[in-house]
């Protein structure tokens, strides 16, 4: 586990996790702007991720929501006390209206009996898959983005 994640799971210590880890977060300014029991947000700067027409880059509409899930994903395993990998298996989404703003991809943390059937699996398997979806708010809170991905974790 890297020692920048301390065990209060802060979202200053899962930021500088991404940052370290991936470094395309870093590239892509992003903040995590909420990590807690129900969900966890990612942010980023429409700046670095802007495209030709001066709203979001697909790309980045389809890389926040894959982030949001992995570090949720993770964040279970760190709370379980496993130090395991997670990667993603399979993605896809759906772009329903262009980001003219920050980019805010928001992914609900598995409900607890889900979570729990998560962890034992990758305890007794050591390795375990879930399906998480996200999305990248647009005008007026409505989904910009619908994001869906089968995410493994491998100890």
């Not at 999305?135 to 089968?150: C, D, L, N, Q, S």
Request: glycine letters at 8%; hydrophobic letters at 45%; one cysteine or more.
């Amino acid at each position: 586990m890297s020692n920048l994640v301390p065990d209060s799971m802060s979202t200053r210590g899962l930021e500088a996790f991404l940052h370290e880890k991936i470094p395309l977060t870093k590239a892509m300014g992003l903040h995590v702007a909420e990590s807690s029991a129900h969900r966890l947000v990612l942010e980023a700067p429409l700046g670095a991720n802007r495209n030709h027409l001066g709203t979001a880059f697909g790309g980045s509409l389809h890389a926040l929501p894959t982030l949001a899930c992995y570090a949720a994903l993770w964040t279970l395993l760190r709370e379980a006390g496993i130090d395991g990998h997670v990667v993603v298996k399979k993605s896809a989404a759906s772009y329903r209206q262009p980001v003219t703003g920050t980019l805010r991809a928001v992914c609900l943390r598995p409900p607890a009996e889900l979570a729990n059937e998560f962890i034992a699996d990758l305890r007794r398997h050591k390795k375990a898959r879930m399906e998480l979806t996200a999305i990248v708010e647009g005008a007026g809170g409505k989904p910009a983005v619908e994001f869906y991905g089968t995410f493994v974790a491998v100890v």
